[in-house]
């Protein structure tokens, strides 16, 4: 019904930037967030950007002043610029929408599969 296509994910040397982007398509009848998480090899999943349908944000600390989030509303896209990056970035960066689909009226949280980030000299 939904699905998400990540991209932008490789390997990097720290203090460089990296783009990712994921798309949504499908049934979709509006989107309300968008946001991007990571996990790490034996860490529990963590938000790293969540922005709104109005284009609020937020970031937690470790990645304030580093990271932007962005999205097109027209072509439910939703971007990560990831700059000065650092090793302990490296994880599996997973795209997650918030929408409402066509053939229900309660919104639902659509997983991308993942793109691998690594960050390391």
């Known amino acids: 019904q939904v699905q998400l296509v990540e991209s932008g994910g490789g390997l990097v040397q720290p203090g460089e930037s990296l783009r990712l982007s994921c798309a949504a398509s499908?049934?979709?009848?509006?989107?309300?967030?968008m946001a991007w998480y990571r996990q790490a090899p034996g860490k529990e999943r963590e938000l790293v950007a969540r922005?709104?349908?109005?284009?609020?944000?937020n970031y937690p600390d470790s990645v304030k002043g580093r990271f932007t989030i962005s999205r097109d509303n027209a072509k439910n896209t939703v971007y990560l610029q990831m700059n000065s990056l650092k090793p302990e970035d490296t994880a599996v960066y997973y795209c997650n929408v918030n929408l409402l689909t066509t053939t229900y009226s309660d919104a639902v949280d659509y997983w991308g599969k993942g793109t691998l980030v690594t960050v390391s000299s």
């Open positions: 922005i709104t349908r109005g284009g609020s944000t």
């Open positions: 499908g049934s979709i009848f509006r989107v309300n967030a």
